[in-house]
């Protein structure tokens, strides 16, 4: 494959036509995967290729790491524009969270209801309503992006982040709800809490959610 | 009966981590490999000390620790040099086996160029697995020693000598630290300005005191994006270059995110990720590109042998 990806600034030809490639560092391949993130990554982990160090899925693409000093394959070249539309995805796990919404811990909750011009009531009712799926992680160890939070809550991230949030902060980010496994900074709008342990290095898997989990928050 | 071995550190250093080869297997849950920010140097420490390859041993930056060894055993340092000096008045010498009598005590005083070096010991540092490793991920506070760095008084447990101690050494491949960092064009090249590019590939910048096993923060000519547009969340790897709204570069490490929304110029050979793991603040980095298929090469070919130390 030729060095530079074939996206804009791109010096070459195009091995892999159908998508669009770079690379961060000579040992990670960045491909775009769109709606299909979740099915490659799983089609990509079932095949173990020897050269594949470890994929970590993100928003809309995937990163290939290969071992060092290794080359794509003809196979992994092959399974990146594989026709996945007859995949049948592995179900994740379904988890309900319990989730206490608004108080100290979701103090941006009034905001957010605000803007989508609903009472806090119903801001509540809509959140706890929908389904959500993980999509990936990332940020900080077990942290789940989830899809699915109904566009009217749909809020930017904040413009200055907080230095300091607690452990369990339920918060809505871009099109994206999330919720912070440990204290540290963020810079999502905080809606609730959650009791439940995010992250926890001395469990097997460490984190809770898993990416393909689906989450549904039931309102205490 | 013999007490097990271990090691009593009598003055801890700047930041001295329990480190392994890296805890592979959970970066799609938002946990980086980190582990030994040279990984090939802490693994050639412990074939001088005839360990595993993924024994665990001490990672040591900028001023190292006194550490005493109650029972002896084989020791090695690899990576940057530092002052040292050994209570039996013998010469510390790197990349090489050596062989501490009982009570015998280990100074390793400041570092004379670079940053970091790695301290293998026979038997390897038997602190608990987590998550399968024993290195010490700070931005969590789990594995090493109780998820954080060493402090005057703990002791650190050791794995029984399997064979009795025999003298080795290496001759590690020698790096030109005046070079530029050698790196692949990123992702988001396209995002800058030409001017941008030009500041990034043409001028010095200086490593700020902020930095450390996250990311090495640089500061210099501002690398302007011509879009201030958000891009979606990436993956990225250490050694990951992006550029934050300021414009100062950022460096991923070892214990960096495993996501980030900044774009990213380009990434540092892995080669050059063993020289990354020597920059200290106030040191001035260049960058120069790199095609992929050199990178490799560089990669396959940085390993050495060892040697009978006679």
Not at chain 2, 280 to 305: C, I, Q, Y
Request: charged share 15%.
């Amino acid at each position: 494959m030729p060095d530079y990806g074939n996206a804009p600034r791109a010096s070459s030809t195009t091995l892999i036509p159908k998508i669009l490639w770079h690379w961060i560092t000579e040992r990670g391949l960045r491909v775009e995967t769109g709606d299909q993130t979740l099915a490659r990554y799983q089609a990509l982990m079932s095949a173990d290729l020897d050269e594949v160090e470890t994929i970590i899925p993100a928003d809309g693409s995937l990163l290939i790491v290969l071992h060092p000093g290794a080359s794509p394959s003809n196979s992994l070249q092959a399974l990146l524009v594989a026709d996945l539309s007859a995949a049948i995805e592995a179900p994740g796990r379904m988890h309900e969270l319990l989730v206490d919404y608004g108080g100290a811990a979701g103090r941006d909750l009034a905001a957010v209801a605000a803007t989508a011009g609903l009472s806090m009531a119903e801001a509540i009712a809509l959140h706890s309503a929908a389904t959500y799926r993980v999509q990936f992680m990332g940020f900080q160890p077990g942290f789940a992006y989830l899809a699915g939070t109904p566009p009217g809550l749909h809020q930017p991230r904040l413009s200055r982040p907080r230095t300091q949030i607690p452990a369990g902060s339920l918060a809505v980010g871009g099109t994206y709800t999330g919720i912070y496994p440990a204290a540290g900074p963020g810079g999502w709008n905080l809606i609730g809490r959650v009791e439940a342990k995010l992250f926890d290095p001395h469990r097997e898997p460490p984190a809770l959610l898993m990416p393909g989990d689906e989450v549904r928050f039931v309102a205490l | 009966m013999t007490s097990p071995p271990l090691i009593e550190v009598l003055r801890a250093g700047l930041c001295d981590l329990v480190m392994d080869d890296g805890r592979y297997g959970y970066t799609h849950l938002g946990v980086p490999i980190g582990g030994a920010a040279d990984a090939l140097a802490l693994r050639w420490a412990n074939r001088l000390v005839g360990n595993a390859d993924d024994a665990a041993g001490l990672e040591i930056t900028l001023k190292g620790p006194l550490l005493a060894f109650p029972q002896g055993g084989a020791v090695a340092l690899s990576g940057a040099p530092f002052a040292a000096s050994r209570s039996s008045g013998d010469a510390v010498v790197w990349n090489e086996t050596l062989v501490m009598a009982p009570d015998e005590q280990l100074d390793i005083g400041a570092v004379s160029s670079g940053c970091r070096c790695w301290l293998a010991v026979q038997g390897g540092i038997q602190v608990p697995e987590v998550m399968r490793r024993r290195s010490t991920f700070l931005p969590a506070g789990f594995g090493g020693l109780d998820g954080r760095a060493l402090r005057a008084s703990d002791q650190l447990a050791l794995g029984e000598a399997s064979v009795a101690p025999r003298v080795l050494r290496i001759e590690p491949p020698s790096t030109n630290e005046t070079a530029p960092l050698r790196v692949v064009p990123g992702p988001q090249a396209a995002h800058f300005t030409d001017a941008g590019l030009a500041a990034f590939f043409n001028s010095g910048y200086r490593v700020d005191s902020a930095s450390d096993r996250r990311g090495v923060r640089l500061h210099g000519a501002p690398v302007a994006v011509a879009t201030q547009d958000d891009i979606a969340t990436q993956a990225v790897l250490p050694g990951a270059i992006q550029i934050p709204p300021d414009g100062q570069p950022i460096i991923l490490g070892w214990d960096g995110p495993v996501t980030g929304g900044y774009p990213v110029i380009a990434g540092l050979v892995s080669a050059d990720l063993a020289r990354l793991a020597q920059l200290k603040p106030g040191d001035t980095v260049r960058f120069a590109t790199m095609t992929v298929e050199s990178a490799r090469t560089l990669a396959r070919n940085r390993d050495v042998e060892v040697m009978d130390g006679y």
